[in-house]
């Protein structure tokens, strides 16, 4: 692989600079900045205003509506939005759900999802954890019942993101008991209007609200809503979840991040002078900043094997999401640690999308919301104990 960029690379670097500043609504870019919580509305304006430009689902190929970028210009989008205060972009469409319905749904679903994931018109959640079953998700419990043309959908789902914004979710669930657990599982779209859906919200210790608990009771979904084969769902889940842990990498979160705390560690002080100039700091800054290099490179690879159309695998894929997760948590220690005692406590204004503050101030006091969101990253998505005996059993052979 070339580490170094071509001329059109650079040039396609520069359009996606050009086009941000261009069109990043200044609102949005200051709540990025600021640290502010990001509400559906906010969010759903900058990815329509990507999907107008065909930007919005840039992982997709040209035949399925996406831009066909290479691996290396969606790492170049990706780095930069993250410099450029961009919100992130949310994957359950565009990086999730999206790939297996071009890949494995019918024509009728191809028509009447895709358009709406590429152009940020509906947004999607993830029906996977349950209370009984997190990393062993295999074991889960909420039944779809045959009645003919459709299903009856009963059970609980659980820490399902924005459940409260969503248009519709893709949802594991259990169709048959007989054979190994994997074998009855099967993959449906659900429309959240559907009757007999309850959403609980799950509240955060910092004060927002993202995960939720969904309650269905005797939810009817048709048949049609079904993806690919009755009882293949644990297949076509497996292959989302790849998506879903180099998603988990974070390369954007993480550069964001990095760029801030250079910024928090130049202009806070210590006795007088700056934070910078602390060895010890100034050490562990440059260690994950070359953690997060070699990272991007592996990304990169990861990338690549996707724009190919094959998957990732996954050990990479499994790897990529352990180091992504530690990084992003590294970075929010030292941001925390940059912050200092006036960093300390949460401030509730932060979540919920108040406050006036300028950029430094507003780093110091969303340390530690930051943090703590980041303890859940090596947890969700398959916690990085899982990762690492998924490498050891697929990459290993142990």
């Given amino acids: 692989m070339e580490l170094a960029f071509t001329a059109e690379e650079r040039a396609f670097a520069d359009e996606v600079r050009q086009f941000i500043a261009e069109n990043l609504p200044k609102d949005i870019s200051r709540r990025v900045e600021h640290d502010l919580h990001m509400e559906r509305e906010d969010s759903m304006r900058w990815q329509q205003i990507l999907g107008r430009r065909g930007w919005h689902a840039y992982t997709w190929p040209v035949s399925q509506g996406g831009p066909g970028w290479s691996a290396t210009q969606r ?23 999206g790939p297996v319905i071009y890949n494995f749904g019918t024509e009728a679903q191809k028509a009447q999802h895709l358009p709406g994931i590429r152009d940020s018109t509906v947004w999607w959640c993830q029906g996977y954890s349950e209370p009984q079953s997190g990393s062993d998700l295999a074991s889960l419990a909420t039944r779809a019942d045959d009645h003919g043309d459709h299903y009856l959908v009963n059970g609980q789902k659980i820490w399902t993101s924005y459940a409260h914004h969503a248009d519709w979710m893709f949802c594991l669930v259990r169709t048959g008991r007989e054979g190994r657990k994997q074998e009855g599982i099967s993959f449906l779209l659900i429309d959240m209007k559907t009757p007999g859906i309850e959403i609980q919200p799950i509240p955060m210790l910092e004060g927002t609200h993202s995960f939720n608990a969904v309650f ?46 250079h910024r928090m560690v130049r202009e806070l002080e210590e006795g007088g002078r700056p934070l910078i100039e602390r060895p010890l700091l100034r050490a562990r800054i440059a260690k994950v900043q070359a953690q997060l290099k070699a990272l991007e490179m592996n990304t990169l690879r990861a990338l690549s094997s996707m724009g190919s159309g094959s998957s990732p695998g996954a050990g990479l894929a499994s790897a990529l999401k352990i180091r992504g997760t530690e990084i992003g948590q590294q970075l929010t220690e030292l941001l925390a640690q940059a912050a200092g005692a006036q960093g300390q406590r949460l401030d509730p204004a932060l979540a919920h999308g108040e406050g006036d503050l300028d950029p430094i101030t507003a780093s110091v006091r969303g340390a530690p919301a930051n943090y703590f969101w980041r303890r859940a990253m090596s947890i969700y998505g398959g916690s990085n104990e899982i990762q690492r005996n998924i490498i050891a059993k697929q990459v290993l052979g142990l």
Wanted: glycine content about 8%; overall charge neutral.
């Fill in 75 to 97: 790492y170049l989008f990706e780095v930069i939005s993250g410099e450029m205060n961009c919100p992130t972009i949310q994957p359950f469409g565009p990086r999730m759900v």
């Fill in 216 to 261: 269905f009771t005797d939810v009817k979904v048709p048949k049609a809503n079904l993806v690919g084969e009755e009882g293949r769902g644990w297949s076509y889940a497996k292959f989302l979840l790849e998506h879903e842990r180099v998603e988990n990498s974070n390369i954007g979160f993480s550069t964001f991040a990095l760029r801030r705390l």
